[in-house]
């Protein structure tokens, strides 16, 4: 009797700490397959982002975007100012059921700028790894052995 007592507070208490750690409302979702696209978009159209990480193939590149502010507003417009000078893009997110570098079903989040040159590395169908209210990171695998991208957006 006595064992079954201590077992019973023993699951007790695990059931209570497993119950317990899943009460953050900024917890980061995973995306995976069918998902839809639309939270992602309203997330990222409310406020302005800065780039928090920026690794390209192992090299830490973060500094080229250090004092921007991206903004992800309506008719697939992204824009990047630093108060001085402002670089215009293009955005959207999108179900991934075609044919590209990763067919896996899930959510690309692509960018694309022309200008300047270390803004045109964020053009590109990045996967969402994860998200929340106030941050989003992204990866890209080249294809054919061009190395791996990161990238994390953080909200201001």
Partial sequence: MKKIKII?????L?????????????????VNASVDPTPVINTV???????????????????NFT??????????VLSATN???????TWS????????DSPSNDLDFNIA??????????TEDWNIVSYNSTKIQLIHVSGG???TDYVTFEKN
């Fill in 113 to 122: 700028f022309s200008t300047p040159a270390n803004f045109a590395e964020l």
């Fill in 8 to 12: 019973s507070a023993f699951v007790f």
């Fill in 67 to 76: 004092g921007y502010n991206f903004s992800f507003g309506a008719g697939s």
């Fill in 14 to 30: 695990l059931l209570l700490s497993v119950v317990s750690s899943c009460t953050d409302e900024d917890d980061d979702v995973v």
């Fill in 145 to 147: 052995g061009g190395g």
């Fill in 83 to 89: 108060g001085v000078d402002t670089y215009l893009g």
């Fill in 93 to 100: 997110v999108t179900s991934d059921n075609s044919n590209d």
């Fill in 45 to 63: 159209n409310n406020g302005t982002w800065r780039i928090t990480l920026f690794n390209d193939s192992g090299v830490n590149e973060t500094s």
